[in-house]
């Protein structure tokens, strides 16, 4: 298939630019497994499971990785944390009327100090003389995606996190997981659907455009990914009952399907730049809870791939009929595998 493919017509006005007024007041759009489009809301997500079924959530948590600084020398420049490599160093987008070279210093919040030390393929490897995580909680500045156009408050601050987030890393939240509160899961742990973690630290990969019309051609992000031990027994123990794998956000089920790759869950940790597109077998989960993705995006190649390509097709036309939100802050969808 060509990207063209994958491109649709989406009104500026249905790209949500703040969340609901309510966390988990959103829509949901239903693709049953046996067919159908049915406009839902997310407070009926228990009534559309099962008893048995396993939800896998990500609980990566979004670290403030944009820094604003100048170099030593003189001139401004823009940091965008990819990766937190350890304590001290990280992988870097920098912007500047320059380049910065090996050996220069880059200071951010006007005392924090960062040397430049290899320019890696696109990013840059920084070290920082305090610990990263501190300089990014002090002087840095939460990365909303780019299709957002307000700055980031003290709302984004809460809302831009999933409520069950834990392991800072992420440049960009797991937004399906947005819409859950405590009172959501007490709800479907009452109908005896039970929930796991794993994490996936998103990267700022996740924004990059395809820029080839050959989706053969494209090269995947790296993202790294951990499933506990106790999230693959609760895993196979779904299995076994007969309940379903239900992944949380397109994150979610990139972990578990790089981690099936060489068998059952061969993988549980490690690095991943698996690129799912229609034709994929799938090996690790039967239903998906995710929100609308971008025009050309590879994670509207995924659920086409996980839906079917037609499908998505017809729900995101019926999506912008009916005026759904779109994109981070915006509805969400529950796709059942056929």
């Excluded at 007041?25 to 009534?47: E, K, V, Y």
């Excluded at 992000?221 to 949380?248: C, D, F, K, M, S």
């Excluded at 659920?303 to 009929?321: K, L, M, P, T």
Aim: charged share 25%; with cysteine; net charge negative.
């Amino acid at each position: 298939m060509q990207l063209s493919d994958f491109d649709y017509a989406l009104p500026e006005h249905l790209i949500a630019q703040f969340p609901p007024a309510v966390r988990g007041g959103s829509r949901l759009l239903h693709l049953p497994a046996q067919g159908g489009t049915f406009d839902r809301h997310f407070a009926d997500l228990p009534d559309l499971l099962r008893a048995g079924d396993l939800l896998v959530l990500n609980d990566t948590r979004v670290i403030k990785a944009r820094l604003l600084g100048q170099k030593a020398s003189g001139g401004q420049v823009e940091a965008l944390i990819e990766r937190v490599s350890d304590e001290f160093e990280a992988l870097a987008q920098v912007r500047a009327s320059k380049s910065p070279k090996p050996g220069s210093v880059l200071i951010f919040g006007g005392r924090w100090r960062a040397h430049m030390l290899a320019r890696e393929g696109e990013f840059f490897r920084l070290r920082f003389e305090a610990p990263v995580l501190d300089v990014l909680e002090a002087a840095g500045a939460l990365p909303l995606p780019p299709y957002i156009e307000h700055r980031p408050d003290a709302s984004d601050d809460e809302r831009y996190q999933t409520v069950f987030s834990r392991e800072p890393g992420a440049v960009a939240a797991p937004t399906a997981g947005l819409h859950f509160t405590e009172a959501m899961f007490a709800a479907l742990a009452e109908r005896g659907i039970a929930h796991a973690r794993l994490t996936l630290h998103v990267g700022a990969g996740t924004f990059q455009p395809v820029r080839v019309d050959n989706l053969a051609e494209h090269r995947m992000h790296h993202e790294r990914y951990q499933i506990p031990a106790e999230t693959l027994a609760a895993i196979r123990a779904t299995r076994e009952r007969g309940g379903r794998v239900i992944a949380v956000g397109t994150t979610s089920l990139r972990a578990m399907e790089a981690a099936c790759q060489d068998g059952d869950f061969a993988a549980p940790e490690g690095d991943t730049d698996i690129f799912i597109t229609p034709g994929y077998a799938f090996r690790a989960v039967d239903a998906l809870l995710t929100n609308f993705h971008l025009p050309k995006s590879t994670l509207l190649m995924l659920v086409s791939a996980f839906a079917g390509y037609e499908r998505i097709q017809a729900a995101y036309r019926h999506a912008v009929e009916h005026e759904y939100r779109f994109f981070s802050y915006g509805d969400a969808m529950l796709l059942e595998r056929r």
